[in-house]
């Protein structure tokens, strides 16, 4: 029996990974959700409808003292699904033992060891990642083995003129959590001039790049590839603009998602 190929493993690895993301209703991966655990605090522990509120409403000491305490702490403190929480349904379990025992036939330790193999211990030599939320709900993989499951703005730089601007740092990807990523140049507003870009760059192993692009591409929300397009990136140190600018417009360096999975 051959192994499976990367492809058909892809496959299964994102419809596991919608499965999870669908059945919480996680907001980080679709802001339509209508049900799930987020949705569901919002109708009944907090505002009008929340438990808290009903509470204040009977007027009988002896149920408040008793169940007021616990009630507002649920107000301020929603609750959010354990991370791994879905390994407890014997169906999944099965499913995640059943990837385990087939990478064992061909020598590896299970999924993860494999996926290992692939992206390298350090994440350097990424090949095939499965989505954040295949971590965080099954929770059976390395941080390297796991791409961030929405794109993260991590830097900006308002342009003040021509060659000049100012950087501003918003955030960097977790590796303890998720593997590096492609980065980008994405407009924030509409551009006049096409400013050569300069970002500093630094990868999941520590060591730093510049990585340079030409905003050629005007129109607002326009995403342009920087020079390096692997997906080892976790966060941006400098932006600096070489030539071009103009006052009062903005670009911002995105880490990218490897891919959807909401029609996994």
Do not use: C
């Amino acid at each position: 029996m051959p192994q499976i190929t990367t492809g058909n493993l892809t496959t299964i690895l994102d419809k596991l990974a919608r499965f999870a993301s669908e059945s919480v209703g996680d907001p980080e991966f679709s802001g339509a959700f209508n049900a799930g655990m987020t949705t569901a605090s919002g109708h009944v522990l907090s505002g009008a409808g929340g438990i808290a509120t009903f509470l204040l409403t009977l007027n009988e000491e002896d149920v408040e003292a008793d169940l007021l305490p616990a009630a507002r702490d649920l107000d301020e403190q929603h609750p959010v699904p354990p991370d791994g929480f879905l390994i407890a349904v014997p169906g999944i379990a099965a499913m995640l033992k059943a990837l385990d025992t087939h990478f064992k036939r061909y020598g590896f330790k299970g999924l993860d060891d494999y996926l290992t193999s692939l992206n390298g211990a350090t994440g350097m030599t990424p090949t095939l990642r499965a989505h954040g939320h295949f971590k965080k709900y099954l929770k059976t993989l390395k941080a390297v083995n796991a791409f961030i499951p929405t794109d993260i703005v991590l830097a900006t730089f308002s342009e003040t003129g021509a060659a000049a601007g100012t950087y501003a740092h918003l955030a960097a990807i977790d590796k303890t959590v998720y593997a590096g990523a492609k980065l980008v140049l994405k407009n924030v507003t509409a551009l006049t001039s096409s400013p050569v870009v300069t970002v500093t760059g630094k990868k999941i192993d520590g060591t730093t790049s510049s990585l340079t692009a030409t905003i050629s591409t005007h129109t607002i929300n326009a995403e342009t590839d920087l020079s390096d397009t692997t997906k080892v990136f976790v966060d941006v140190t400098n932006i600096s603009i070489a030539s071009g600018g103009t006052n009062a417009e903005e670009f911002e360096v995105v880490a990218k998602a490897d891919r959807s999975v909401t029609s996994a």
